[in-house]
């Protein structure tokens, strides 16, 4: 039966999970991800899981354990947080190029040195070149829906990639929001279980592992081909998903009060449902501002991007993470700029970096960063093209 | 007799097929068919060993590999993929060099060990990083020359079977080319036992050792014959001898390998007092409970 209640974000993945019968969980613990393996670890331990959890020694670990089972055939269940998915970067190479289909949490935390425990992006962020689908989840009930979803795009043949299911740490991972999970056999019924059609590592129907065949260019290729058919299906699958549950995430792009804006901000993450607030009560007092929210960052939106281009002609783009020495601003712009250039009428491009270090964004930054995104669009020009909001004193939090 | 006939029908029925890219004299290829030849065909195997895949490439069976550095970890998975599935009649070997097991997989191996993993564990240890072209490993031994150690190693080999041992596994043995029926008794003792099991086998290397291919055999036998490399095993912690040959002088050892030839008396006498310590130790423990 499907029961309603409130739910911090680790224990909506780990549900998720469950409901997935993820069948092998190779995981080290990492703050802010802890919470999820021991619920997991719970979970098995009460009997309403059955899988194997690997208590391994170290990320890296996690990740070719993870490998392993997943050639083998099981379905395979991992997370983890900042430091750790540094640590496991080579692993991390591996399920895009074998074209495993495992699926992994990513809790974002910042990285060290300077580090916190609390969230940016960077950590997820530096591993968006390997080939693995990305999709930032905004809340609890989003983690587990997306979880869910996660199995049925990366098992898909024509897909066969590995899916990171990101949310912040702390923001999503440790705040209780009202979380519907879905009764067990309606999941059932939408994830039939999994059967990779590339692998098999039993003796008696052994098949030798063929994914890769031809040069590596040739297979690279591949699996670009495959970034780009998962743009229909991770669609499609969030329609199945949103006709059989009630609940769908519009894909890749969500616009929120979006109509007759002119100019739009863009954010990823928890800072969503703080700047859903900001642009109602902006709207309210006659302001022609929207809000974008990105949920998949890979493969990156690029038609739907040109699309929305169209409408909004001031985007600001906001980004909780830092690219040193870059061409200009922050990681989610640069994508955002390169998608948008071929555009004979180009829209202005903001870029904000906020939250920096798992900072706070507050309701006064995104009004300013709002306000800046309005100024430029009616000026018809971009006064500052990377704006640090953090180094500005805004006056009081709200 | 039609020679290509014979051999036609040999590597018909062997799980490893013929045509490796080991080097002349390698003891991989006479080592993985011993082993594949005792194991038999119900099982998958993980890894690489000796050099890279050069032998294990060639294998017959249901393989997975990942990488150099990926040590213990895969199978691991592969093990818990073969108990949800409810196979449990499956034989998971994993396989890697001596610097997979000493130097970057050390933490691996420890680790598999201690969760206990249902997987026999190989180091094939040739005593240096060989397929990247004879670099020191934390497994080469004292004095021993390699490009990074252009005046010989200052360090001691590791003494990895034992270490392992204390992990309180139920089987650890070392082993030999050299002595095929020992090798193969361990590897079928150790495919009946259930957990984590490690055989540990020297493998030679005319390359990187700097001797004659054709030697091969005989200059392990010699490592064997001077207890440069004992062969015993640590069945469920106790100790056994399983081979005591009468001890012949390491000098006749070193002197057949270029990679000691700069080995001055004092280092031989060194390296000569180090292994009868160690044979001393060995024959003391035989046949005791070493493992707490």
Known sequence: MSFTRMMEGNEAAAYGAMLSRAEVVPAYPITPQTELISHIATLIAEGKMKAQYIKVEGEHTAMAASCGASAAGARVFTASSSQGLAFMDEALWM????????????????IAPLGTLRPDHNDSLQQRDKGWIQLYCENSQEVLDTVIMAYKIAEDKRIYLPVGVCYDGYFVSATASRTEVPDSAEVDDFLPPYKHEMYNLMPEDYVKATVPVGSIAERRYGMQEAQERAKGIIEAVDKEYEKRFGRGYDGFIEEYACESADAVLMTMGSMTGTARDVVDEMRADGKKIGLLKLRGFRPFPTEEMRE?????????VVDRNTCFGSAGGGI???????ALYSLEDRPLLLNFHVGLGGTDVTMRQIEYMAEKVLEAYEKGKVEKEVDWVELHDLGPVM | MDKNKLFDDYYKKSLLQGGTTCCPGCGGPLYWRMILETLGPNTILYGGGPCAGCASRNIKL?????????????PSGIVAALVAKGREDVTVVSSTGDGGTGDIGFGKISAA???????????VDNEAYM???IQKSGLTPYGAWTTTTPLGKEANKKEIPLIVAQHKVPYVATTSVAYPADLRAKVAKAKDIKGFRYLHTVMPCPTGWRFDPAKSVEVTKMMVDTWAWPLYEVDHGVLKLTVKPKQRPVEDYLKAQNRFRHLKDDQIQFLQKTIDDKRDMLLESDGKRIII
């Not at chain 2, 249901?62 to 895969?74: E, G, I, M, T």
């Not at chain 2, 060990?113 to 997987?119: F, P, V």
């Open chain 1, 95 to 110: 399920p895009p190029g074998l074209r495993l289909p495992i699926v992994m949490c990513f809790v974002n935390r910042s």
């Open chain 1, 308 to 316: 929305l281009a169209k409408k909004y002609r001031a985007i600001g």
């Open chain 1, 332 to 338: 989610v712009v640069q994508e955002v700029a390169r």
């Open chain 2, 62 to 74: 249901p393989r997975f590999n990942l990488h150099f550095s990926f040590v213990a970890d895969a």
């Open chain 2, 113 to 123: 060990a201690e969760r206990n993993e249902n997987m026999i564990q190989m180091c």
């Open chain 2, 131 to 133: 397929n990247t072209g």
